[in-house]
């Protein structure tokens, strides 16, 4: 089985200032330089010859290349904790625009469609079940609310593997299309 995902990877000036926000949260995993991506689909644990159905499929995407930038910081709650610190990127619109054709092209190779809003950003910390709240939060929250960044390009989609481990989960990039 294969866990895969398909995601955009931002330039290494963007990743350097996601990265010095990642700290002051005592508890948090906080993401490295190799897992910074912004989600565009997660597909799960699949059987390779569906793996290079998915694969052909996003070969064919054809897409104009997304200009973002990051605006501000969010997090996501699950039953009243925090589980997880992201930054936003916007404009949504054209990644949403890219997120509904990797779905439909998803669909048409018989995967399930995808059922949860679309909302992109990327992944800075995970947060243990233990933690769930508190002041570091807040305070991480409040003083990153104001980050920002130049407009910047997401030029390739990519077909992401993960593994996961005791030490959190390890992603390779399996293949890479070139948008626009």
Do not use: C
Not at 14 to 37: C, F, K, N, S, Y
Not at 150 to 158: D, G, K, Q, V, W
């Amino acid at each position: 089985m294969h866990r895969l995902f398909i995601a955009l990877r931002p330039p290494p000036v963007i990743r350097e200032t996601l990265t010095a926000t990642m700290g002051g949260v005592p508890g948090a995993r906080w993401q490295d330089d190799d897992q910074l991506h912004l989600t565009l689909r997660f597909i799960g644990a699949i059987e390779r010859p569906v793996a290079e159905d998915v694969a052909a499929v996003l070969a064919s995407i054809v897409a104009p290349v997304p200009t973002v930038r990051i605006a501000g910081v969010g997090r996501f709650d699950q039953r009243g904790r925090t589980d997880t610190l992201w930054a936003a990127v916007t404009p949504g619109d054209a990644l949403a625009a890219l997120h509904r054709k990797v779905d439909q092209a998803l669909v048409r190779v018989g995967l399930d469609p995808e059922r949860r809003a679309y909302l992109p950003h990327i992944t800075l910390a995970r947060l243990p079940r233990s933690m769930g709240h508190g002041p570091a939060i807040e305070r991480w929250v409040a003083d990153h609310a104001s980050l920002n960044s130049e407009p910047f390009t997401l030029p390739h989609l990519i077909l992401y593997e993960s593994h996961l481990g005791r030490e959190g989960a390890r992603y390779d990039a399996i293949a890479r299309w070139p948008l626009g």
